[in-house]
C-alpha cells in the first residue's frame, strides 16, 4: 500500500497528517508555500491563521466551546497547540499566530512518519490513499483537476481580512481596556475598547459608504457572494445606517471609563500576540483600498495615528457543492480512497476545519486497516457540521459553522436559555464518549479514559 497523501499544509491537512502519522501511517504531507504563495499568507508555516487568531468561545456551553471540547477528547494535535500558545481573550480561545504556527510545524516536521514536500500538487492523486485540505485558496491547477473529477460547478464566495494595528499607537487616552460583561481579566488587555458617539459612528459609516474598494480583477464573477459571517464592513454600512452598530460595532456590555456611560457604537481591538504588541480590529474585514484604508480607519477615535502593520484585503474562497459530492465520513462519492478536509467542504470556522481534517484521516486509517468508518455523533458538533454539509440540499449550500441551530432538537422543551445550552453541550460529549466507547482505536479509548477520569475528579 501507498503512503498517505495529504495535500495542504493548513489546519485540516496538518492535523489529518498527524493523526495518521500517530497511527502508524507514513504520510506525505504537500505544501506549496513558500514556492508559490497565495496572497493571503505571508509565510511557510503550517497552520498559519490568515484571518483573526481567535478560535472562538471556549465557553462548554457555546458552539464552538463545545467543538473544542469534543476535538481535545478526540486528542487533537492543533487544539494542544492553541493552548499552548494562548492569548488573553476574555472567554475567547486566541492563540499567538506565529508562536501557533510555528508549534505545529515543529511537530509535523520532527515526526518521524511525516515527509513535508515543499511542492504544488497540480493533479489528484486517484491512484492511492489521500486527502485533499487545500483549503479555500486552492491553486488554479488543482481546482481544475477537482473541477474536471467532479463534473460539478465550483461554488465560491469572496472573503476578506481584518487590519492588525501596532498596540503602541492606540491612543489610551481616549480607548480604555476591556472585555464585554467584563469576563476574563481585564488587566491583560484582551481587548482594547474605540468607542464611538453618534457624531463619530455617522462620520465614519459615511465614509465607508464612499469608500473606493479594491477591483477584484482576479475572480470569475462581477458580482461577488460574501460568507455572511465574513462580510466587508463598507458592504454592511451600506445595508443600513445602524446596520454596524448592530454587529461589529455593538457596545453591548462596555462602558467607556472616561464618561461612566455605553456609547453609541465600539470598536474591538483584540491581542494578537502574547507580547500584547499586535491588535487586530474584531470582525472588520475588509476591501477598500489601502490609502483610504488608513484615513477611514483614523476617524476611529484612538486610532487617529494607529499604525497599520496589516491592512485589510479579500481573497476568493472556494469550496465544494459537498452534499452532492462527499460523503459523511468526508470521503469523495464515486472514489474509493479520496478524501476532503477543511474548508474546502464548506465548513467554516478554525475548529470545524480541523475538525474535518480528524474525520477524514479517521476514516481514511479505519478504510486502510478493513475496518468500518466512523460517523461523529449528529448529537455533537462535529457530527452536526459533517452532517449538515453532506445533507444539505444541493441548490441552497452555503457554508456553514458551529451553531446550536444544527443540533438536533433536544426530547424536551427548556425554556431557559442558559438551561438549554448547557443541555446541549451535556448531551453533545456523552454522545461522543458513548461513540467512542465501542471504537477499535487505541489513542481514542486512551483520550477517553483519560477525559472520564478527569470528569471524575471535577466532580
Known amino acids: 500500500m501507498h503512503a498517505v497523501t495529504v495535500i495542504g499544509g493548513g489546519l485540516a491537512g496538518s492535523e489529518a497528517a498527524w493523526q495518521l502519522a500517530e497511527r502508524g501511517h507514513q504520510v506525505l504531507l504537500y505544501e506549496m508555500r513558500p514556492r508559490k504563495t497565495t496572497g493571503a499568507h505571508v509565510s511557510d508555516r503550517l497552520a498559519e491563521l490568515v484571518c483573526s487568531n481567535s478560535l472562538g468561545s471556549k465557553l462548554t456551553d457555546r458552539a464552538t466551546g463545545m467543538l473544542q471540547s469534543e476535538m481535545k477528547l478526540l486528542g487533537s494535535l492543533l487544539m494542544r497547540c492553541a493552548e499552548e500558545c494562548a492569548v488573553p481573550a476574555g472567554g475567547a480561545l486566541a492563540v499567538d499566530r506565529e508562536r501557533f504556527a510555528g508549534l505545529v510545524t515543529r511537530h509535523i516536521v520532527e515526526h518521524a512518519n511525516i515527509a513535508l514536500v515543499r511542492e504544488e500538487m497540480k493533479s489528484l492523486p486517484l491512484d492511492r490513499p489521500a486527502i485533499v485540505a487545500t483549503g479555500p485558496l486552492t491553486s488554479p491547477a488543482l481546482s481544475d483537476a477537482i473541477a474536471e473529477l467532479s463534473g460539478e460547478q465550483y461554488l465560491y464566495f469572496y472573503d476578506a481580512i481584518s487590519p492588525i494595528v501596532a498596540a503602541n499607537s492606540i491612543d489610551m487616552s481616549r480607548a480604555f481596556i476591556g472585555s464585554r460583561y467584563g469576563r476574563g481579566d481585564n488587566d491583560d488587555g484582551d481587548y482594547i475598547n474605540c468607542p464611538l458617539e453618534k457624531a463619530d459612528y455617522t462620520r465614519f459609516?459615511?465614509?465607508?459608504?464612499?469608500?473606493?474598494?479594491?477591483?477584484?480583477?482576479?475572480?470569475?464573477?462581477?458580482?461577488?457572494?460574501?460568507?455572511?459571517?465574513?462580510?466587508?464592513?463598507?458592504?454592511?454600512?451600506?445595508?443600513?445606517?445602524?446596520?454596524?452598530?448592530?454587529?461589529?460595532?455593538?457596545?453591548?456590555?462596555?462602558?467607556?471609563?472616561?464618561?461612566?456611560?455605553?456609547?453609541?457604537?465600539?470598536?474591538?481591538?483584540?491581542?494578537?500576540?502574547?507580547?500584547?504588541?499586535?491588535?487586530?480590529?474584531?470582525?472588520?474585514?475588509?476591501?477598500?483600498?489601502?490609502?483610504?484604508?488608513?484615513?477611514?480607519?483614523?476617524?476611529?477615535?484612538g486610532l487617529e495615528s494607529a499604525e497599520f502593520l496589516r491592512l485589510g484585503q479579500m481573497h476568493r474562497n472556494t469550496f465544494l457543492n459537498a452534499p452532492a459530492l462527499l460523503h459523511q465520513t468526508m470521503r469523495f462519492r464515486g472514489q474509493a480512497w479520496l478524501y476532503f478536509a477543511g474548508q474546502i467542504t464548506g465548513v467554516e470556522g478554525y475548529v470545524g476545519n480541523l475538525a474535518t481534517g480528524f474525520v477524514a484521516a479517521l476514516n481514511l486509517s479505519r478504510q486502510l486497516q478493513g475496518l468500518d468508518p466512523w460517523l461523529p455523533p449528529v448529537e455533537s458538533m462535529i457530527g452536526a457540521l459533517c452532517h449538515y454539509v453532506t445533507h444539505c440540499a444541493v441548490e441552497d449550500f452555503q457554508p456553514m459553522k458551529a451553531n446550536l441551530g444544527i443540533l438536533p432538537p433536544l426530547p424536551n422543551r427548556i425554556k431557559n436559555k442558559a438551561q438549554r445550552k448547557a443541555a446541549y453541550a451535556e448531551r453533545a460529549m456523552q454522545r461522543m464518549l458513548d461513540s467512542l466507547s465501542s471504537l477499535d482505536d487505541d489513542l481514542i479509548q486512551g483520550q477517553a479514559r483519560r477525559a472520564r477520569i478527569q470528569d471524575h475528579v471535577n466532580v
Open 205 to 301: 459609516v459615511e465614509a465607508l459608504k464612499r469608500a473606493e474598494t479594491i477591483e477584484l480583477r482576479d475572480f470569475e464573477r462581477e458580482d461577488p457572494h460574501f460568507f455572511e459571517g465574513c462580510v466587508p464592513i463598507e458592504q454592511l454600512a451600506k445595508r443600513g445606517d445602524e446596520t454596524l452598530a448592530y454587529g461589529p460595532m455593538r457596545p453591548v456590555g462596555l462602558t467607556n471609563p472616561h464618561t461612566g456611560r455605553r456609547p453609541h457604537a465600539v470598536v474591538q481591538l483584540r491581542k494578537d500576540n502574547l507580547a500584547g504588541s499586535l491588535y487586530n480590529i474584531v470582525g472588520f474585514q475588509t476591501n477598500i483600498r489601502w490609502k483610504r484604508q488608513r484615513e477611514i480607519l483614523r476617524l476611529i477615535p
